[in-house]
């Protein structure tokens, strides 16, 4: 199953949920490039240097299950701070990133034979053939107050929102595999809008679709 969508839509939680209910394993794409963005700033090297960043990613070893490891190290939390937020859309549109990051997601199905895969471009480049593709999306508004609920340092809903909608302009915008769009979604995609929903009842929209 492939999980799309912007930022804050509930990916995560669907995703964990449907994972729970098949007894398959889960793939957060997006923990990915975070954790090289991360290691990128930790490193010092500028994201905006994108040969650098590239060849980082590819040496950079990363596991993400229940916790997110890089190079041997807990980083779960850390790629989620609000400096990995503003860095980690560079990193994503960087084509070379992207193609290593691209390879390990299809190697992980490969390997698996099924899973649930979350992402911004799982059911349109990762993994076109899905037997299911879901495009999760909720209002600018109501993805801000997830995200800032969910950030351990405390930000505003109103800064949250700047930032998603940032990111939202530069994920849709970039040359390398832009997020769809709610109206460019694959065609054989089913959108779903969380605005209003709880967890459990877009759980149970995802599950009628089996």
């Given at each position: 199953m492939a999980?799309?969508?912007p930022?804050?839509a509930?990916k995560?939680t669907?995703?964990?949920?449907?994972?729970e209910?098949?007894?398959v394993?889960?793939?957060?794409t997006?923990?990915m490039?975070?954790?090289?963005?991360?290691?990128?700033?930790?490193?010092?090297?500028?994201?905006a240097?994108?040969?650098?960043?590239?060849?980082?990613a590819?040496?950079t070893t990363?596991?993400v299950?229940?916790r997110v490891?890089?190079?041997g190290?807990?980083?779960?939390?850390a790629i989620?701070?609000?400096?990995?937020?503003a860095?980690v859309?560079?990193?994503?549109a960087?084509?070379?990133?992207?193609a290593?990051?691209v390879?390990?997601?299809?190697a992980?199905?490969?390997?698996?034979?099924?899973?649930?895969?979350?992402?911004r471009?799982?059911?349109?480049?990762?993994?076109?053939d899905a037997?299911?593709?879901?495009?999760?999306t909720a209002?600018?508004?109501?993805r801000a107050?997830?995200r800032a609920?969910d950030r351990?340092?405390?930000?505003?809903?109103?800064?949250?929102?700047?930032?998603?909608v940032?990111?939202d302009r530069?994920d849709?915008?970039r040359?390398a595999s832009?997020?769809?769009l709610p109206e460019?979604?694959?065609?054989d995609?089913?959108?779903?809008?969380?605005?209003?929903k709880?967890?459990?009842?877009?759980?149970?929209?995802?599950?009628?679709c089996?």
């Amino acid at each position: 199953m492939a999980i799309d969508g912007p930022a804050g839509a509930g990916k995560s939680t669907l995703a964990q949920a449907v994972a729970e209910h098949l007894g398959v394993e889960r793939l957060d794409t997006g923990a990915m490039y975070r954790a090289v963005a991360w290691s990128a700033l930790r490193q010092g090297v500028d994201v905006a240097d994108a040969e650098a960043v590239a060849v980082l990613a590819r040496h950079t070893t990363i596991e993400v299950g229940g916790r997110v490891v890089v190079d041997g190290e807990d980083a779960t939390l850390a790629i989620r701070s609000a400096a990995v937020d503003a860095a980690v859309s560079a990193v994503a549109a960087n084509a070379a990133v992207r193609a290593e990051l691209v390879a390990r997601q299809r190697a992980w199905v490969a390997e698996r034979g099924r899973g649930v895969v979350e992402g911004r471009d799982i059911g349109t480049v990762v993994l076109p053939d899905a037997d299911l593709k879901i495009y999760l999306t909720a209002a600018a508004e109501t993805r801000a107050r997830r995200r800032a609920r969910d950030r351990a340092d405390g930000p505003s809903v109103e800064a949250v929102h700047d930032d998603l909608v940032r990111r939202d302009r530069l994920d849709s915008t970039r040359l390398a595999s832009p997020l769809p769009l709610p109206e460019d979604v694959a065609a054989d995609a089913k959108v779903i809008d969380s605005t209003g929903k709880s967890s459990r009842a877009v759980l149970e929209e995802v599950l009628a679709c089996l």
